[in-house]
């Protein structure tokens, strides 16, 4: 999961998919409002009863963007805000995660604007419990009995997961990597990849790395790939990729 030093062909692959949309809703050459503000832990995920989410620690924020009344949302490390119109997110370069994560938020909020995907913001409150009661089921039902590579510890999804399947969690966080947290233990994302790619049946992953620029590894991996959250709303509706977001809300 080191960042490639070069940009992802699947991050490229959306930006086309991005500019085919802006082009085919005519939308290209007119001046759209695009901003993104990271929002509060509070904004993001409003009051729940676990306070382990990666969004209440401080260490993530949901970038937001919104266009014609629709909103997407891309998770980041990066803070900042952005105001322009889609021709200058087509034409801005992706040499951060921070460009990449407005791109990625705005992709989001066009496929909301076009009717390609709905649930395109973060839930709240008892959202995330809930989605943690129904994953082990969705997986039950579209995997059997996988053996699953969680990309990015997300704790309740991950405690839930780990009472039903062989499940392996790989993060970056130094805070996270070797701890072993509600019984789940936490992998070095950067270290032996490969073996864990081949032992795996599924790849359940953040969308993150899309913004971080790993995506590429996963993707090609040969390995069915299910995205969890808002980051990958967009890319897994245009790419026709599985994804797990079943407390999420309409972002129109």
């Known amino acids: 999961m080191k960042k490639a030093s ?37 904004d993001a995920i409003g009051s729940t009863k676990r306070k382990d989410f990666v969004l209440l ?55 909301c604007h076009a009717g390609k995907v709905d649930n395109t913001i973060h839930c709240r409150d008892k959202g995330p419990e809930l989605c943690a009661l129904q994953v082990v089921d969705y997986f039950k039902k579209n995997f059997g009995q996988p053996r699953i590579l969680m990309i990015g510890y997300q704790p309740a999804l991950a405690e839930a997961l780990n009472q039903a ?8 966080d130094p805070a996270n ?8 233990q936490i992998n070095d994302g950067a270290a032996g990849l490969a073996e864990r790619l081949n032992a795996c049946d599924v790849i ?10 790993t995506i590429d590894t996963f993707y090609r991996s040969g390995k069915p790939l299910v995205f969890y959250g808002t980051t990958a709303s967009g890319a897994a509706a245009l790419q026709g990729i599985h994804r797990y977001c079943p407390e999420a809300y309409s972002g129109k």
């Open 57 to 111: 620690q401080g260490k993530e924020r949901l970038l937001q963007a919104e266009i014609l009344g629709c909103k997407g949302q891309a998770f980041t490390s990066a803070q900042g805000d952005f105001d322009g119109t889609l021709e200058d997110v087509l034409a801005m370069p992706l040499n951060n995660d921070f460009q990449r994560a407005v791109s990625v938020a705005s992709l989001n909020a066009v496929a």
């Open 165 to 172: 399947f062989n499940l392996v969690v790989l993060d970056l």
């Open 204 to 213: 359940f992953t953040t969308g993150s790395i899309i913004c971080n620029n």
């Open 177 to 184: 990597i070797g701890k072993t947290k509600n019984g789940v």
């Open 6 to 42: 070069t940009q992802s062909h699947f991050f490229e692959s959306l930006r086309q998919e991005l500019n085919r949309l802006v082009s085919e809703l005519q939308l290209k050459k007119t001046l759209v409002s695009v901003s993104a503000s990271a929002l509060s832990p509070q």
